[in-house]
């Protein structure tokens, strides 16, 4: 899933040993043309069964014990490539412990914890939402770990017929409970918690949220659950996607590797098919202070079994999904000094929109005195620095997960007013120019390479922020 120790967003934490099962779930990526009609009986042949037939774009989802399963299938002339999905993985880290956080911030708009959320403040929300508080009409899906749909910020805006559990790699219905790491229902809250007098405001809400798990309980987003969430959000009308992870078990997916390169374009084919339908895929950058752009090293793929991460170099012909698949729209991250915060990675072509994400480190001020970004959390989860209101739970985190949401939510905000036609160009159309930081005070934040973090290009359009941070109420008006 992630990168540095960020706490609960978009972070690093030890692999957890897979069980002792032998089966193995695959990747079957057919060639462009060839039909995946008759794939029951082809992955029969090999020795495996059938998960999901994506038949529109040529995937195939198989589950297998037998070794010499791939092999078997790659003598198949329809097919292209075939690579295992599970055993490998870098997972979205838990929190540690409950804790409470100071709530003395008063309100001053929105909600009863509202005066505690300087991301929205910062971003033009109370002023864009005299606008317009999004339409009904318009529906969010957070592609993460799962989503507490009975939060009573999120419960009023829930959309259980577009919501789905795609951890097998085929949907199923998402049931109570479903959220067991609690970073999905945070970018959640973020998106379109509801005004309704208690707890946060969300950027977009009134729009519609729908929740669709796209990792397994333990937090690795592996490529048939990512495939699964994108070909469901296509076939179920949702407008924004937003997508706080990259899909393992490769942060870097090589495409001068047979496996990495099946896998790397089964989640293309899913994501342009989507695109396709509609959707518009919102995507945070990730949290390893390193430039997309010009990678030069991968420190953590594959991350299993604990303690095996392998340092490999790489060029561009290495890419993270989905942040840098042709048309998302990239997201790096702020805290409340309006500088990059220093974990954030970035890229002069990956990095689209910045958004608050927090900086615990760098940007502590008196709005945001530890730094992070306040939302909503499942009650069964515990939380470092929670709040709790009217029996809700409330969590601080930071990360670039954290600030996708804020751009999912503007783009809600943006569709109810304009329609979709060139939204994510109106994203960015949408934004307040920064221009590069003065560097040296992320010295001590390298990049993985060990190489110092640079910014390179002006302000109209640079790689720490792309066109420069967005306002919601440039959005709407």
Not at 59 to 64: G, H, K, L, N, W
Not at 390 to 404: D, F, I, P, R, W
């Amino acid at each position: 899933m992630a990168a540095a120790g960020l706490g609960a967003a978009l972070c690093v934490a030890p692999a957890i040993q897979a069980g002792a099962a032998t089966e193995s779930t695959y990747v079957v990526l057919y060639r462009e043309g060839a039909s995946s009609s008759n794939a029951a009986n082809t992955i029969a042949s090999a020795g495996g069964t059938v998960v999901a037939n994506y038949s529109q774009i040529g995937v195939v989802i198989a589950r297998s014990s037998s070794g010499g399963f791939a092999s078997a299938l790659k003598q198949n002339g329809n097919v292209e490539g075939v690579a295992a999905t599970s055993g490998l993985g870098v997972q979205v880290a838990p929190a540690q412990a409950d804790g409470t956080e100071d709530v003395s911030a008063d309100a001053t708009w929105g909600d009863s914890l509202s005066g505690l959320q300087w991301d929205m403040q910062q971003i033009n929300v109370p002023q864009a939402h005299q606008v317009t508080p999004g339409s009904k009409q318009v529906v969010v899906a957070t592609l993460d770990t799962g989503l507490d749909f009975t939060h009573p910020d999120l419960a009023p805006n829930y959309d259980a017929s577009r919501s789905a559990d795609c951890s097998s790699g085929a949907p199923a219905p998402l049931l109570p409970g479903n959220d067991q790491n609690g970073h999905g229902t945070h970018t959640a809250g973020t998106i379109a918690a509801a005004a309704n007098g208690t707890g946060i405001v969300g950027v977009a809400p009134n729009v519609r949220l729908a929740g669709v798990k796209t990792s397994n309980d333990d937090g690795y987003f592996f490529p048939e659950m990512v495939v699964c969430a994108f070909m469901w959000s296509a076939a179920h009308g949702i407008n924004v996607t937003n997508n706080s992870y990259f899909a393992d078990p490769w942060l870097f997916n090589c495409r001068n590797d047979a496996d990495q390169r099946a896998i790397w374009k089964a989640e293309r084919r899913a994501i342009r098919y989507a695109q396709s339908k509609g959707v518009l895929v919102v995507s945070s950058e990730g949290n390893d202070s390193t430039d997309l752009s010009h990678p030069r090293v991968d420190v953590i793929s594959p991350d299993f079994p604990p303690g095996s991460e392998q340092e490999r170099e790489i060029t561009n012909a290495c890419a993270v999904v989905p942040v840098e698949v042709p048309g998302v729209v990239g997201v790096t991250a702020t805290g409340n000094k309006r500088f990059k915060s220093y974990y954030s990675s970035y890229g002069i072509s990956t990095a689209d929109v910045a958004a608050p994400g927090g900086d615990a480190l760098l940007q502590l001020t008196p709005a945001a005195p530890n730094g992070r970004v306040l939302s909503t959390y499942p009650s069964y989860r515990p939380c470092t620095r929670q709040v709790v209101e009217n029996g809700a739970k409330y969590c601080y985190l930071q990360g670039t997960s954290m600030a996708g949401p804020h751009v999912a939510g503007v783009a809600a905000l943006l569709l109810s007013q304009q329609g979709s036609a060139g939204a994510a160009a109106k994203l960015q159309q949408a934004t307040n120019p920064l221009p590069c930081p003065d560097t040296s005070i992320y010295a001590a934040f390298p990049q993985n390479s060990g190489e110092p973090q640079t910014c390179q290009g002006g302000t109209a359009h640079n790689s720490f922020y792309g066109s420069g941070e967005i306002d919601a109420l440039k959005a709407v008006s």
